[in-house]
């Protein structure tokens, strides 16, 4: 038994209404990742100088020794890019990511977030990487972020992003923070919800794309561009909340890169021309995460991918008329939270029929009882079969067309060894009996490959019953 542990599916075709408060079309979320004075520095503890987000092109860390030149970068983002930004966002809702150890050695620029009415999120304790850490290394260091924020703001964080993460961060974080959210994930335009360890951790999604980090890593040359793609991407999520289906536009910024000033002229356009349009809601992502809990808190249903073997094979053995092994083999493959839907869960189940041996996949054709046949008058059909044939009206025939059945079920049993097969679900009783006048013409190879599309239709629409389409 494999479990493929990454969702590819998300919400799929439909997505969630966001229904932002006011009826706004999008949400308009503003990230300042406050780092400054908490990374990478010998004098700070650490092996090596930072080389991370800076504007020297191909950075590398300075083992055990300062690095004059990548300290005043990041000293120019508190010192004078910080108070530009606070400056042209001090009247909106923002979000800090704030780094303790950073937080900590900058108590105006605090007292001036607080001021302005920003959430202070945390960015961890020190900005560094993770991935190379212990597990029991990096708990504590979630653990004191989240002392030493409090002392340093006078609460606790209600929100989480790492940024340098390792795989067990999200984890990590979500056992030791009881957070609002955590939002080390760039993998949706909306919230979600995550199980981890017994509990359901909302999750608000951050961005790399809509974020001046892009100027360190040279894909962006001039303020210009970085304006070019947030309007972009204002427009693009605007027309989609226009059409029923709004979602949240997240911005990522730091004091140090979009400070300057030349790109900071930039932000101030590209926020004018978001103000300059009805129905945007400028929110913290605290705002969006309690909004996102109270609209659409978790639900917990059961998951085809998390059962045990019997519950698996007790819920989805009979998919397949009395062929249990379809479900047997589909719960020892790689199943996923992509296979939680019908649609999912189908394919699974429909790739080990169509790898079976032709003998067990004519078994599986031949367990199906004739349409309005013996077994039916005997009331002798599976519940599913029984709803089925019921659903089109073949629990209810006229003697005429009771003997219809009768003589096509003969001729087309007498002819290819199987009965025939169609997804009543689809049909009435007079386009099912002209698809069994048509079909008993065809020859066995043409009509085997019919019987077995049905079968599968059949297995999915039973699923879809079953699991909501």
């Not at 002209?434 to 013409?441: S, V």
């Not at 019919?450 to 699923?463: D, G, S, T, W, Y």
Request: proline share 5%.
């Amino acid at each position: 038994m494999t479990r493929y542990p990454r969702d590819l599916t998300g919400y799929g075709a439909t997505p969630p209404a966001a229904r932002w408060p006011g009826g706004a079309r999008i949400a308009v979320q503003i990230v300042l990742n406050y780092e400054e004075g908490g990374e990478n520095n010998i004098l700070h503890g650490d092996a090596a100088s930072e080389a991370f987000l800076s504007e020297i092109p191909g950075a590398s860390a300075w083992q055990g020794q300062r690095h004059w030149n990548m300290e005043s970068i990041y000293e120019y983002g508190a010192r004078a890019g910080f108070w530009r930004l606070h400056r042209l966002l001090k009247d909106l809702p923002v979000t800090v990511y704030g780094v303790a150890t950073a937080l900590a050695r900058s108590p105006l620029q605090v007292a001036a977030m607080q001021e302005a009415g920003w959430e202070i999120a945390s960015h961890g304790l020190k900005w560094v990487e993770h991935k190379d850490m212990s597990e029991a290394e990096e708990r504590a260091q979630i653990r004191e972020a989240i002392r030493l924020h409090e002392v340093v703001t006078g609460a606790a964080p209600r929100g989480w992003y790492t940024g340098r993460c390792s795989m067990n961060t999200v984890r990590l974080a979500a056992e030791e923070g009881d957070f609002a959210y955590i939002a080390d994930s760039y993998a949706d335009d909306l919230p979600y919800w995550v199980r981890i360890g017994g509990r359901d951790q909302l999750i608000v999604p951050y961005t790399l794309d809509a974020n001046d980090m892009r100027f360190s890593a040279g894909s962006l040359a001039t303020g210009d561009q970085f304006e070019s793609y947030l309007r972009d991407s204002f427009d693009m999520l605007y027309e989609e909340g226009a059409a029923g289906a709004p979602k949240m536009l997240s911005i990522g910024l730091h004091c140090r890169l979009i400070g300057r000033p030349g790109r900071a002229a930039a932000l101030k356009r590209v926020l004018a021309y978001f103000a300059g349009h009805e129905g945007v809601w400028f929110a913290t992502r605290e705002q969006i995460a309690d909004h996102w809990a109270a609209l659409h808190p978790p639900v917990q249903a059961p998951r085809p991918s998390a059962m045990d073997r019997e519950g698996f094979v007790t819920a989805f053995g009979g998919i397949y008329e009395h062929s249990p092994w379809v479900a047997e083999g589909a719960f020892e493959s790689e199943l996923g939270a992509g296979h939680d839907t019908a649609p999912g869960l189908h394919s699974a189940l429909a790739r080990v029929f169509r790898e079976a041996p032709e003998e067990r996949r004519l078994a599986v054709l031949t367990a199906h009882p004739d349409l309005a046949g013996k077994l039916a008058e005997a009331k002798r059909l599976t519940a599913e079969s029984t709803s089925e044939q019921a659903s089109a009206g073949l629990n209810a025939l006229t003697d005429g067309e009771r003997a219809a059945f009768t003589e096509l079920n003969e001729t087309y049993t007498g002819k290819f060894g199987f009965p025939f097969i169609i997804a009543v679900r689809d049909n009435d009783k007079g386009s099912i009996l002209e698809a069994f006048r048509r079909r008993i013409a065809n020859d066995r190879p043409t009509e085997l490959a019919e019987a077995a599309r049905q079968v599968e239709r059949i297995a999915e629409l039973r699923l879809m019953e079953k699991l909501g389409a």
